[in-house]
């Protein structure tokens, strides 16, 4: 079974600066896409990036700009760099892949633990 590990999260106050990583394990072929989403206290979860196995990436408009994801993909590990951070930011992460396993079923879509970023003065 595909497990992913996040890890970064925490207390930062507006402005500042965060980095999120997650990193993958199992009996992983390839991965196709990964991404990070985001719960807020009251509110559904959404997309915040993603990026495919090509590199093309995708971020939801209120971060674009600010945030950027990357991977290491002979390590299968993303990351998300998150800068100037708003209150409105303060939410649970999660990230997620879908990709190929060598296992039974051979496709994975996996989602990690999640880890508390909290923006606050």
């Known amino acids: 079974q595909v497990q992913l590990v996040e890890s970064g999260g925490g207390l930062v106050q507006p402005g500042g600066s965060l980095r999120l990583s997650c990193a993958a394990s199992?009996?992983?072929?390839?991965?196709?896409?990964m991404g990070w989403y985001r719960q807020a206290p009251g509110k559904g979860r959404e997309l915040v990036a993603a990026i495919t196995t090509y590199g093309d990436t995708i971020y939801a408009a209120s971060v674009r700009g600010r945030f950027i994801i990357s991977r290491d993909g002979a390590k299968n590990t993303w990351f998300l760099q998150m800068n100037s951070l708003k209150p409105e930011d303060t939410a649970v992460y999660c990230c997620?892949?879908?990709?190929?396993?060598?296992?039974?079923?051979?496709?994975?879509?996996?989602w990690g633990q999640g880890t508390q970023v909290t923006v606050s003065s």
């Open positions: 997620n892949a879908d990709g190929r396993a060598d296992e039974r079923p051979p496709y994975f879509n996996s």
């Open positions: 199992g009996s992983i072929i390839s991965i196709n896409r």
